[in-house]
């Protein structure tokens, strides 16, 4: 079975564009998570999607946002892109039935200049 | 707010060896689940092994098993004749039931020693 593709892998942008990041899910998962990682916040968690549903959101400013597509594939946008949008964004999917195992993808290194 | 704490940012142990590593909760709720996640400079994520709050015993998963002390809320991961592919970030993000949501703490940087 495949596993979580995010695509693309690196990203430079300048501040103030606007990104689009995808995600892949596992066949068969129906839920999509997002994480924010970086050295100096850690694994933070933006939001998750079900069944193209925003289930639950993180304390994250509106200049984040996601959607679901009917065959489970997620995009997460970031409008407006500070400096302190660098990170590395992490794509996570699972059954989405509250058991929380999740299987993460390799990551989007996003870096803004 | 609900934390987990890795106190230990950084431990190494010689090939071969066995090394423990800590983690710490805290939650209100009563029914969760706890994971070890390693991530190794590749950054993929990959799952190592989970526990149930509900299940007493712990779990093991080859050369990995946990320590989970429920009441003490602690839930530490014991790897056995280490490897040198188990070099990696290892994180035990804690989730909640019906809450696909996981709460990371800071990790712990695992060196191998040949």
């Known amino acids: 079975k495949a596993g979580v593709t995010q695509t693309p892998r690196y990203l430079i942008k300048t501040r103030g564009q606007q990104v689009t990041l995808s995600c892949s899910p596992i066949?068969?998962?129906?839920?999509v998570s997002w994480y924010q990682q970086t050295p100096g916040q850690g694994l933070q968690f933006l939001f998750e999607y079900f069944s193209e549903t925003q289930r639950n959101k993180g304390n994250f400013p509106g200049r984040f946002s996601g959607r679901q597509f009917s065959n489970s594939r997620s995009e997460m946008n970031v409008s407006t892109l500070e400096l302190g949008d660098s990170a590395l964004y992490l794509c996570?999917?699972?059954?989405?039935?509250?058991?929380?195992?999740?299987?993460f993808g390799p990551g989007t290194r996003l870096t803004v200049t | 707010a609900q934390t987990v704490t890795q106190s230990q940012p950084e431990m190494s142990v010689q090939e071969a060896e066995t090394v423990t590593l800590s983690c710490t909760y805290d939650?209100?709720?009563?029914?969760?689940?706890l994971f070890w996640y390693k991530q190794p400079p590749s950054r993929q994520m990959i799952l190592v092994i989970r526990q149930e709050a509900y299940k007493q015993q712990n779990a093991t998963e080859n050369r990995f098993s946990v320590n989970f002390q429920k009441a003490a809320k602690s839930f530490s991961l014991k790897i056995s004749d280490s490897q040198l592919g188990d070099a990696a970030m290892y994180f035990c993000?804690?989730?909640?039931?019906?809450?696909?949501?996981?709460?990371f703490g800071t990790g712990t940087r695992l060196t191998i020693i040949p």
């Open positions: 939650t209100s709720e009563s029914d969760y689940y």
């Open positions: 993000p804690r989730g909640c039931f019906g809450n696909e949501k996981l709460t």
């Open positions: 996570a999917s699972s059954r989405g039935q509250g058991f929380n195992e999740q299987y």
């Open positions: 066949s068969g998962h129906r839920s």
